[in-house]
């Protein structure tokens, strides 16, 4: 199994201020034949379901803002939040989809 | 716009079977993979399994030996069966599907709902 860490566990951020979040793969999520990273990032506000952000390590789910980005490739993953909201408050997760079984990683609680 | 509804009770006793059903609206069940992830209260989220529309599934290795995914095309509805549960099984179950044709990520997920094993 790829087991998923991320860093840190939480953040406390200013409004405006840049946020990022580490995650590490155990082994690569690179696949070579495509040279795509199989790596999702999620957010997860209280009582409700988690949402897709980002996909392929860096491209944005339609909708979101581009205040979200992310980067990384192989094992090391960032996601950035370039200029923090009220509203991004919350648990964001990565998610490999390289293979089964999927793994997430224990998230990183974003707070102000 | 994809809206998908889990649905079950919300109470299992240990060793009985947690069965759960997903109702997709808004759009066919057909062609995409449907997922069941779960989150115990406070913890992180742990993929359960997978179903193709044509029936074929794919489940976590660390619950194959008791899970069921199945799907209901006419219905637009795909099922979770979960037997021999522990306190351990207690969690929010999500259904969810997989982006484009792709087994996840997840693009669209229902709201959750919440099952407690206990007697």
Redesign the interface.
């Known amino acids: ?1 790829i087991v998923m860490t991320q860093s840190p566990d939480s953040l406390a951020v200013s409004l405006g201020e840049r946020a990022t979040i580490n995650c590490k793969s155990s082994q690569s999520v690179l696949y070579s034949s495509n040279n795509m990273n199989y790596l ?1 990032w ?1 957010q997860q506000k209280p009582r ?5 952000l980002i ?1 392929w390590a860096s491209t944005r ?1 339609s909708g979101v803002p581009d205040r979200f980005s992310g980067s990384g490739s192989g094992t090391d993953f960032t996601l950035t939040i370039s200029s923090l909201q009220a509203e991004d408050v919350a648990v964001y ?1 990565c ?1 490999q ?1 390289y293979s ?8 990183t609680k974003v707070e102000i | 716009q994809v809206q998908l509804q889990e649905s079950g009770p919300g109470l299992v006793k240990p060793s009985e079977t947690l069965s759960l059903t997903c109702t997709v609206s808004g759009g066919s069940i057909g062609s995409h993979y449907w997922s069941w992830i779960r989150q115990p209260p406070g913890k992180e989220l742990e993929w359960v399994g997978y179903v193709f529309y044509t029936g074929n599934t794919n489940y976590n290795p660390s619950l194959k030996s008791r899970v069921s995914i199945s799907v209901d095309t006419p219905k637009n509805q795909f099922s979770l069966n979960l037997n021999s549960v522990t306190a351990a099984d207690t969690a929010i179950y999500y259904c969810a599907r997989g982006l484009g044709d792709r087994t996840t990520p997840f693009d669209h997920w229902g709201q959750g709902t919440l099952v407690t094993v206990s007697s």
């Open positions: 199994d999702a999620y409700q379901p988690p949402k897709l996909f789910e997760y998610q989809y089964v079984p999927f793994n997430f990683g224990p998230g």
